[in-house]
């Protein structure tokens, strides 16, 4: 992946690659929308933004980045979609958003059938709480109560324990019908403890088979005309640079700035984060050992979740025998596990383009590539390397110097960019 500054001098729209219609992609890199509050919870973490105060959260507060477009983008607008959830077998009830219904449709199924075994469980209303536009205690990172995809259930029996130690009374039947339906549980939080609370890992956690479209912009889109900001980036070491790529490794729903670079024999991924104005004290690294050379004879060195657990997993694309192979270091983990698959995808020329997106709907990742004016899709499985072609087709900016994806008109199918001729081009998915 390459990224290059370039003057932009107009925008323009046209119309290119048929798909069915995919629902599962918001860009590059990106498959499923998740909202896993804890890697406790079988999928790697994903943080909330954070407000610039701490405490309770005015109306008129905007919530950015995915949270914000999957729930909405103000806090009014998220209180005005609240919907009321009555607990079975209690008379409690939730305020929570309607797009957590799926999945609480299934805990009530679930629910239910205990209840006719004869189990129960006892909800205190005074102790059990649900939506709150507030950050959470002590910090400016917006709690997950704001935007009504977690509840915490009788509090004074199920203790936060910031020694980590697990008290609960919710037995086992009542805690499998939320887990199985896709919420992450505060008892299987890592290093701290927090049994009475439970939140939405989101829809690809719940079964779902389609995606609801994102919440509208606040704002209206512009020809790229006004600079927004101007940030100095750290790091500024170089040393040994392979690329620099844009993505959010902090899983916040900010653009961090990646630099990956070579040190030896191994490789150093050095994250300046955008959350905490890419400051020296927002820089994050983590060393990959014994890949230094595989990642300097890459093809394209990038990053994309390619098991399906929230995170952005380092992967390399190699050429073996004029076929793609494709090394995968997954970030759950610190980058320390790796997977590689040698695919049945004709390598391309060294100044092709490639990159991934989620293309067919299953939730998993598929290779794009741009080479010679043509944009070819196959769908890889990340496992095997079995892989098959989904799309063939000519671009309608050959001329183009730089490319990536993106999701212009938020139906959450990949489109593709590019920037040529001092002009942004973008090609409808």
Request: net charge negative; glycine share 10%.
């Amino acid at each position: 992946m390459r990224f290059a500054a370039a003057p932009l001098l107009a925008i323009v729209f046209v119309l290119v690659i048929t798909a069915p219609p995919a629902v599962a992609t918001g860009g590059e890199g990106e498959t499923w929308p998740t909202f896993t509050e804890s890697s406790g919870c079988g999928a790697q973490r994903m943080s909330t933004p954070t407000n610039h105060y701490s405490g309770w959260l005015s109306t008129k507060a905007i919530l950015r980045g995915e949270y914000g477009g999957m729930f909405g983008r103000t806090v009014q607008a998220v209180l005005d979609d609240m919907v009321k959830w009555r607990i079975p077998g209690s008379s409690e009830f939730l305020a929570v958003h309607p797009r957590l219904l799926p999945a609480l449709e299934l805990v009530e199924r679930s629910l239910a059938d205990e209840i006719d075994d004869g189990n129960r469980y006892r909800i205190t209303d005074k102790w059990t709480y649900s939506a709150a536009a507030r950050t959470i205690a002590g910090g400016t990172r917006i709690s997950r109560h704001t935007y009504g995809t977690a509840f915490d259930v009788n509090a004074h029996r199920n203790p936060y324990s910031r020694s980590n130690d697990l008290r609960s009374d919710i037995p086992d039947w009542w805690l499998d019908s939320f887990i199985d339906a896709g919420f992450c549980w505060g008892g299987h939080w890592i290093g701290v403890k927090d049994t009475m609370h439970f939140s939405w890992q989101g829809p690809a956690f719940s079964g779902e088979t389609s995606l609801a479209p994102f919440y509208a912009p606040l704002t209206e889109p512009i020809a790229f005309a006004d600079r927004a900001v101007s940030v100095p980036v750290e790091p500024q070491n170089t040393n040994g640079l392979l690329t620099t790529v844009l993505t959010d490794a902090a899983t916040n729903g900010a653009v961090d700035v990646v630099r990956v670079r070579r040190d030896g024999d191994a490789v150093i991924v050095d994250a300046s984060v955008a959350s905490l104005r890419h400051s020296a004290c927002s820089l994050r690294s983590s060393i990959v050992s014994r890949i230094g050379q595989d990642a300097a004879d890459a093809h394209t060195i990038g990053f994309g979740d390619w098991d399906g657990r929230g995170g952005n997993d380092l992967w390399l694309v190699s050429d073996v025998n004029g076929h793609v192979e494709l090394s995968v270091r997954w970030t759950f983990g610190g980058f320390s596990a790796e997977t590689s698959a040698l695919t049945s995808v004709p390598a391309p020329a060294v100044d092709a383009w490639i990159t991934s997106a989620d293309y067919d709907v299953d939730g998993e990742l598929d290779l794009f590539i741009v080479e010679d004016g043509t944009l070819t899709i196959w769908a890889i499985d990340p496992d095997t390397g079995a892989s098959s072609p989904l799309f063939e087709g000519a671009i309608p900016f050959p001329d183009a110097e730089h490319f990536t994806l993106g999701d212009t008109d938020l139906d959450h199918v990949p489109d593709l960019w590019a920037v040529g001729g001092g002009e942004v081009l973008v090609a409808l998915g």
